[in-house]
Nanobody, 115 residues
């Protein structure tokens, strides 16, 4: 069983920063793919950033230059450093990992950016 727990969400003003962290626990050996996704009001869930075990990284266009994804395989964590936050970044942020060919999602953490 694989569990994911996100932390670090909260309320921040426009232009502010937050750091999200997702801790993976359970029967986990290697984690080929780690991803952050979000669901903003009125929209479907969308990918924000992905990092592979080979440190290949992809960002959605709307966060390029503002967000940074990183992973710590020893701690089995993936983090998302978010800077220059905008009100449109408000939403629930989810951690997702691929383990053993299966997708696993966290419960999400709320990020609210006030104008």
């Amino acid at each position: 069983q694989v569990q994911l727990v996100e932390s670090g969400g909260g309320l921040v003003q426009t232009g502010g920063s937050l750091r999200l962290t997702c801790e993976v626990s359970g029967t986990v050996d290697t984690i080929p793919i780690m991803n952050w996704a979000r669901q903003t009001p009125g929209k479907q869930r969308e990918s924000v950033a992905t990092i592979t075990s080979g440190e290949s990284i992809n960002y959605a266009d709307f966060v390029k230059g503002r967000f940074t994804i990183s992973r710590d395989d020893a701690k089995k964590t993936v983090s998302l450093e978010m800077r220059s936050l905008k009100p449109e970044d408000t939403g629930v942020y989810y951690c997702k990992v691929v383990v053993g060919g299966r997708l696993h999602w966290g419960q999400g953490t709320q990020v609210t950016v006030s104008s």
